[in-house]
């Protein structure tokens, strides 16, 4: 089994749904990310959860809500989004939130407003 | 603020051609972390290397080999003998204190496509 598992792979919504991401690892990591990637821009960090923990908030809007029920699981719910909100959603983990820790990353979810 | 560059959009190479990404950082940290990441087509983003400030030694895995040099902020990469299976984007990352934790600075990264 894959160490970092996304759900769904490609959501498509409206303008008006809710809908919710899922990230799942099974790596015994402590620390867990949302990152965007759009087209042409360097990854954006989105949110930092540190022991299950909320710990950074990059100035993301409200219309992305975290959710860390457990140190394995990730999610981010979705509401109202806008058309540049469609992107690349990756979760990521790491042992904890240290310097030198490497992430290890899932592999996203496709992510299209209409 | 800290930065990594990574000037290459894309290149291009025959199969087992040698090819060097670059990658050049700023910092005004003393200490810190740098990273290389490789995305293939299929999304997910795999850590290839994480190198600290300190160790300034080049470092070799199989085909790939990183050089680190302090004094001109750059971390490059070089894939040896390229092959097909090598095509994917590169990214390059430097480790930022960010409130009580730490971030990735990313670079735009490098589209390498080698072709048969």
């Known amino acids: 089994e894959t160490g970092v598992t996304q759900t769904p792979r490609h959501l498509v919504m409206g303008m008006t749904n809710k809908k919710s991401l899922k990230c799942e690892q099974h790596?015994?990591?402590?620390?867990m990310y949302w990152y965007k990637q759009s087209a042409k821009k360097p990854l954006e960090l989105m949110f930092v959860?540190?022991?299950?923990?909320?710990?950074e908030n990059n100035s993301v809007p409200s219309r992305f809500s975290p959710e860390c029920p457990n140190s394995s699981h990730l999610f981010l719910h979705l509401h109202t989004l806008q058309p540049e909100d469609s992107a690349l959603y990756l979760c990521?983990?790491?042992?904890?939130?240290?310097?030198?820790?490497?992430?290890?990353f899932g592999d996203g979810t496709r992510l299209s407003i209409l | 603020a800290q930065k990594v560059t990574q000037a290459q959009t894309e290149i291009s190479v025959v199969e087992k051609e040698d090819v060097t990404l670059d990658c050049v950082y700023e910092?005004?940290?003393?200490?810190?972390?740098l990273f290389w990441y490789k995305q293939p087509p299929s999304g997910e983003l795999v850590f290839l290397i994480r190198r600290n400030s300190f160790d300034e030694q080049n470092e070799i895995s199989g085909r790939y080999s990183w050089n680190f040099q302090k004094s001109t902020s750059s971390f490059n990469f070089t894939i040896t003998a390229s092959q097909v299976v090598d095509s994917a984007v590169y990214f390059c990352a430097l480790s930022e204190r960010w409130g009580s934790n730490y971030q990735l600075i990313w670079g735009a990264g490098t589209k390498l496509i080698i072709k048969p």
């Open positions: 990521a983990s790491s042992q904890e939130g240290g310097p030198g820790q490497p992430q290890h």
């Open positions: 959860y540190n022991f299950k923990e909320q710990t």
């Open positions: 910092t005004r940290d003393t200490t810190y972390y």
């Open positions: 790596l015994g990591h402590n620390a």
